[in-house]
């Protein structure tokens, strides 16, 4: 049998297992590779910060300025392969395997370049930059030696959430998660021989950044056309304005909550810095936690997309919606417990971090108590900007997206600043999770209600 005629074998198998599965087991399966995928790329995440921790107060606020920058660029790799991934998956469904072959390399190669463009223009421009993201003069050192090694690793990192993005949508979830895990494992290895055996500091966690990034790349490359999932060929990649717009119409609201979500950290350190940097560093850990907290529940959530796809473009609403609540009830649980535990070990797990700095370990503290109060709707949230742009509904969708890190987080930012000073930007994201949700209530319920009387999109 050629390698043709037994992709399309397991092509045909995985459709038939997407479309009749009881869809709480499916979505389980699909969501344990990404769970694991984001709890790793968590605990890496707060390892990086406890590593860095170890340094000094302006290290861990230099990561903080930075991780501006790593959410814009994600941001945008995630559009590219949110955009090509929700093509794909209902392209899949409807049995069209090459339209979905050519979208992947479009979705790819556009994502690699646009990485290396961003990497020239911000070398060009690290100090500028660096002082928009936030940074004072104390911290610009560490900020430098830390950003350049970034830079030379955004390819790598935007090409690997691209890919990640579109196996995933594909229903191949393990294959996206080996390489996101070894990027990971990788970087925990590498922090503390560079940062501690080579005493090279932050530059240390930098360049431990830039190797893992590659190598993970490497690996996630190495997937392609396993199991399965779609093959890349260079010949594919042409790319056609209606191939950018079929991208954008499922990819930006992707990039309307990363790209805010940046310009929110960015907001969000140039107000703290008044308060020093021991404001900054709080709110970059209390950020790394919450994020390891919303791991297993986007996790489970992209477990929802493929299934949410593949239904949808086969035209099986009830499966939809089935999936949709299934999903959403799991998160919320598991956000609710988590917020609990968050609530009661503040202070704890912000000192596993800067243990001898109190400043931090009290702002910090504050900071996650106020944000545990809101985190059991984040759930349902998340799942709601999940569903409406797998079934392209775009500009709900956007709006959806923008709401939690953007249109109610900014004005939650500002007028809680100038009405209570600090405090009321230690309560912000609170008050923006609240907003979100009500705002997500009635656009779920009529958009799952109406699924049956609209055309399906492509």
Request: charged share 10%.
């Amino acid at each position: 049998m050629s390698k043709t005629d037994q992709r399309a074998l397991e092509q045909d198998a995985k459709f038939v297992r997407m479309t009749t599965q009881p869809v709480g087991r499916l979505v389980t399966a699909m969501a344990i590779p990404s769970i694991v995928s984001m709890l790793v790329s968590g605990i890496y995440n707060l390892a990086d910060t406890f590593f860095i921790g170890q340094i000094n107060t302006p290290s861990v606020a230099a990561m903080g300025i930075v991780y501006a920058y790593m959410v814009l660029i994600q941001s945008l790799a995630i559009f590219f392969g949110q955009g090509s991934g929700n093509y794909i998956s209902r392209a899949l469904g409807r049995r069209e395997t090459v339209d979905a072959e050519e979208m992947a390399a479009v979705g790819l190669g556009s994502s690699i370049l646009t990485g290396l463009f961003l990497a020239g223009v911000s070398f060009l421009t690290m100090r500028p930059l660096l002082t928009l993201l936030g940074s004072t003069d104390t911290i610009m050192p560490y900020a430098v030696d830390y950003f350049q090694f970034v830079l030379i690793g955004t390819p790598f990192i935007m090409g690997t959430f691209t890919l990640n993005n579109q196996m995933r949508h594909q229903g191949n979830a393990m294959l996206s998660m080996i390489g996101i895990v070894s990027g990971a494992v990788l970087n925990i290895l590498l922090d503390p021989v560079l940062i501690f055996g080579f005493d090279l500091g932050i530059r240390g966690a930098g360049m431990a950044t830039a190797i893992s990034q590659a190598i993970g790349f490497v690996v996630i490359v190495s997937m392609i056309g396993k199991k399965g999932s779609l093959p890349i060929r260079p010949r594919h990649f042409r790319p056609t304005l209606r191939r950018y717009r079929d991208i954008s119409a499922g990819g930006l609201p992707s990039l309307a909550r990363q790209a805010l979500m940046s310009i929110s950290a960015i907001c969000l350190n140039q107000m703290a810095s008044n308060y020093g940097d021991e404001a900054i560093a709080a709110f970059s850990i209390v950020n790394r936690i919450t994020m390891l907290a919303c791991a297993a529940m986007i996790g489970y959530g992209q477990g929802f997309q493929p299934v949410c796809g593949f239904n949808y473009g086969a035209g099986l609403f009830d499966r939809v919606r089935k999936a949709y609540w299934h999903s959403c009830s799991v998160s919320t649980v598991y956000c609710a417990v988590l917020a609990l535990l968050g609530w009661y070990f503040a202070e704890p797990l912000v000192s596993l971090f800067r243990a001898d700095d109190p400043d931090v370990i009290r702002i910090g503290g504050e900071v996650l108590r106020y944000q545990c109060y809101s985190f059991p709707l984040t759930g349902f949230i998340v799942l709601a900007n999940m569903y409406l742009q797998n079934i392209r509904k775009t500009i709900p969708a956007i709006i959806m997206a923008s709401s939690r890190q953007g249109i109610f987080f900014l004005p939650a930012l500002f007028i809680g600043h100038a009405l209570w000073g600090f405090p009321g930007i230690e309560i912000s994201q609170a008050l923006a999770d609240i907003c979100s949700f009500l705002f997500a209530v009635p656009v779920v319920l009529h958009t799952l209600k109406a699924m049956d009387h609209q055309p399906i999109a492509r």
